[in-house]
């Protein structure tokens, strides 16, 4: 462990988080360590590692002194901080849970300046953008129109490690997240919730006409831009957006899903949702596509990979 690359993951047991950390943990030289309160994430998402080079310790990243024991133990060289409240229905019915998750960013920040960390990694999300008024949506140009809780706490972490890069040169790199699936995601998520109905031949309910649109990212795209990104200059101190640009509508998801399971699940269009329900969403990914060797998985592609392993999906 002398000679190895420390890395904290928090929300490492979440579906992205554990991701990442399997694509660290790849890495012999890595040695990785996840904090995770447990509250969405699970202990049975973290992979194997064939190198013992992983440590799982179940603590509070918004707890000042659990988080702290952590930094005081290992010195980290890299910290990917994706601990999170997460989930539309979830966050827009604890919103004051939400804005906790702000302590968290500030107790990770802190720790990692005064304990010699060489860049923070920040999981912000495509939520940001609000309703969007420019396609695709850039990074740079694309003004930022936050207001739910949510998308209000990414964008305050967003601000906070521009901050502390301006004033302590702490160095980072913000990822913001559009629409991730993969064969870990929980239920509650578009991908997944379709799937578990139209394998169970239940009904597919659709907000509205289902004509919003949304670009799907397959994990294994997400995880090897991250993990590029984090250890190369090209992009440090800025943002990227990590995602997919192929718009897929609601409605052509469930068709999809529908047609690929060979479902008899019937597809029942339910009211709009009155807030969190974004019209259309495509990401300029540009910088995302400097960071991948390995091509995009279309949409068809990437649900073929999700069906080989529906037990999470269908737990």
Not at 268 to 289: N, Q, V, W, Y
Request: with cysteine; charged share 20%.
């Amino acid at each position: 462990m002398n000679n190895s690359t420390n890395i904290l993951v928090t929300g490492g047991a979440g579906f992205v988080g554990s991701g990442l950390v399997e694509g660290l943990i790849a890495d012999p030289n890595n040695f990785v360590v996840v904090v995770d309160n447990l509250q969405t994430g699970s202990k049975t998402k973290l992979p194997f590692a064939k190198h013992n080079n992983l440590k799982f310790i179940q603590c509070d990243v918004n707890t000042k002194p659990e988080i702290t024991s952590v930094f005081h133990t290992y010195a980290f060289d890299y910290v990917f901080h994706y601990a999170a409240l997460v989930g539309v229905q979830r966050t827009l019915q604890n919103p004051v849970a939400v804005l906790e998750d702000i302590t968290g960013i500030k107790n990770i920040l802190n720790l990692s300046k005064n304990t010699g960390v060489k860049r923070v990694m920040y999981a912000s999300s495509s939520e940001v953008y609000g309703e969007p008024v420019e396609y695709p949506q850039n990074e740079e140009t694309t003004p930022l129109n936050s207001r739910l809780p949510y998308a209000i706490v990414k964008n305050i972490g967003e601000a906070f490690l521009k901050s502390y890069h301006q004033e302590f040169g702490l160095d980072f790199t913000i990822f913001r997240f559009f629409n991730t699936y993969g064969p870990k995601q929980s239920k509650d998520f578009v991908i997944s919730k379709f799937i578990n109905l139209a394998l169970n031949n239940e009904d597919i309910t659709v907000y509205g006409d289902g004509s919003q649109t949304r670009t799907f990212c397959f994990v294994q795209n997400n995880v090897e831009a991250c993990i590029n990104a984090a250890f190369s200059d090209k992009f440090k101190n800025q943002t990227i957006n990590i995602g997919n640009d192929f718009e897929t509508s609601v409605l052509d998801l469930a068709k999809t899903i529908i047609d690929l399971t060979n479902s008899s699940s019937k597809i029942i269009h339910l009211a709009p949702l009155e807030e969190g329900d974004m019209t259309r969403r495509k990401p300029d990914i540009t910088k995302m596509k400097e960071l991948l060797k390995s091509p995009i998985l279309s949409l068809e592609e990437g649900l073929a990979e999700v069906l080989k392993d529906t037990s999470y999906i269908l737990a």
